[in-house]
Nanobody
Framework: QVQLVESGGGLVQAGGSLRLSCAAS????????IGWFRQAPGKERELVAI???????YYADAMKGRFTISRDNAKNTVSLEANSLKPEDTAVYFC????????????????WGQGTQVTVSS
């Protein structure tokens, strides 16, 4: 098993940047592929990016260019850098773990964090 805790969210003005972190506990973290998802009020959860155990990356088409995912297995962390943020990026951002890559189906991820709120003001 792996436990995930997100941090780094907050309030930012449009055009600004944030760096979200997903900290994992458990010795098996390096065996999992980690995805970042987001969910805005009244909307379905959507994929942002995924990083594999070997640090291969996959981005949802709408997220390419402004989001960068990375991982540090030695520190059991996955980061998501978000740049040029827009009000429509406002959402709760979640990280999740899956044994499969690239797994774009959020319903099949086994472990989830509690989420971190990102609010982008115009």
């Amino acid at each position: 098993q792996v436990q995930l805790v997100e941090s780094g969210g907050g309030l930012v003005q449009a055009g600004g940047s944030l760096r979200l972190s997903c900290a994992a506990s458990g010795r098996t973290f390096s065996l999992y592929n980690i995805g970042w998802f987001r969910q805005a009020p009244g909307k379905e959860r959507e994929l942002v990016a995924i990083i594999s155990r070997a640090a291969n990356t996959y981005y949802a088409d709408a997220m390419k260019g402004r989001f960068t995912i990375s991982r540090d297995n030695a520190k059991n962390t996955v980061s998501l850098e978000a740049n040029s943020l827009k009000p429509e990026d406002t959402a709760v951002y979640f990280c999740a773990a899956s044994p499969y890559f690239p797994n774009t189906d959020s319903s099949t991820y086994a472990f989830w964090g509690q989420g971190t709120q990102v609010t982008v003001s115009s």
